[in-house]
């Protein structure tokens, strides 16, 4: 029974020492599973990457044949881009509104900062 149980020992230490490198090399070398996991994961964001760009580029295309054929919209862009005017045409400028909701909410915390207390607000 001893013998049977040394040779056992033997051929598993032996069947260790070799597959165990081999193993460790498949899973942990240059080229095995965790890099192939690791290209597999860069090849996906490269291909999402592609398409949002090949959008991008489609929406450019769209808006270049707009630009050539549409006159409304190149007078449209024109005038927002570049604040073009048409002749004898007046552009009226108003100063930006503050935002009238927390305008009296900045107001209470700064008032109640100077007095030492806390603000509530809704």
């Not at 001893?2 to 040779?7: L, N, S």
């Not at 032996?14 to 490198?21: A, N, S, Y």
């Not at 996991?37 to 999402?48: D, T, W």
């Not at 604040?83 to 108003?94: D, H, P, T, V, W």
């Amino acid at each position: 029974m001893r013998a049977g149980k040394r040779k056992f020992v033997r051929i598993s230490l032996t069947l260790l020492c070799v597959l165990g490198p081999v193993v460790v090399w498949l899973g942990f070398g240059q080229h095995g599973f965790i890099h192939l996991y690791r290209v597999g994961k860069e090849r996906q964001a490269c291909e999402q990457r592609i398409k949002k760009l090949i959008e991008e580029n489609q929406a450019l295309f769209d808006e270049i044949q707009r630009l050539r054929t549409d006159s409304k919209y190149v007078e449209q862009v024109a005038r927002k881009e570049l604040g073009l005017i048409k002749e004898n045409e007046i552009i009226y400028r108003f100063p930006e509104e503050k935002n009238p909701e927390t305008v009296p909410d900045q107001e209470m915390k700064k008032k109640a900062s100077q007095k030492g207390g806390t603000a509530h607000t809704k």
